[in-house]
C-alpha cells in the first residue's frame, strides 16, 4: 500500500515524527496494561526526573522537559489523582507547587526500570544501533531554539506573497 505520508518526504515530517511517536506511545500504553501498571508512557520523563531531584517546581519540570507549563500541569494532576505524586506549597513562595514522588511511586520506580530498560533496547533494535537520527533531533532543536517555525514560516510566506 502506498504510505502519502512517506511521499510527501520532508514536507510531512511533523506528521510522520507524530505517527511514530503515536504508535510507540501505543504499544508501551498495551505492554503496561498487559504487565497491570496504571502509568502512561508519557510519564516516564517525570520520574525520571524527580529521582533525581526530590522536590521542584512545575515550572523547574516544564523547563528541564521542554513542554509547556499548563501540559506540565496536567500531566502532575493525572500522577498526582493515580496516587504517583504529591505536591506541596513552596516555602519560599505560597503560589510554587513542589512536585515529589510518592511512596507508591518509589516501590514501582524498579519495576519501570527494567521496563525502560527494555525499551531502550527496542528502540536501538530499531535503529539498528545507529544513534544518528539524534544528531539531526538535536539540529532541528537548535535551529528551533535560535529562531523559531512561526517566524521563519510567516517571514517565508511574507517573501512569497506577491
Known sequence: MNDFLKTLGYKALDSRMKRIS???????????KELDIDVEPN????????QEKDKVSIAYIAEQLGYAHPSVVIIVQ???????????????DKRKQLV???EKA???IPKLK???????????NI???????????????????????????KREYLNTRH
Open 22 to 32: 503515536d504508535r510507540i506511545a501505543h504499544d508501551v500504553r498495551k505492554l503496561y
Open 106 to 108: 518509589k516501590v514501582l
Open 100 to 102: 515529589s514522588l510518592t
Open 114 to 124: 527494567t521496563i525502560w530498560e527494555s525499551w531502550d533496547n527496542a528502540m536501538l
Open 78 to 92: 493525572k500522577m498526582k489523582k493515580r496516587g504517583y505524586l504529591k505536591t506541596e506549597q513552596a516555602p519560599s
Open 127 to 153: 535503529l539498528s544501533n545507529d544513534l544518528g537520527i539524534l544528531t539531526y533531533l538535536d539540529n532541528i532543536d537548535e535551529q528551533l531554539e535560535k529562531d523559531g517555525f512561526y517566524s521563519r514560516f
Open 43 to 50: 510519564w516516564y520523563l517525570l520520574f525520571m526526573l524527580l
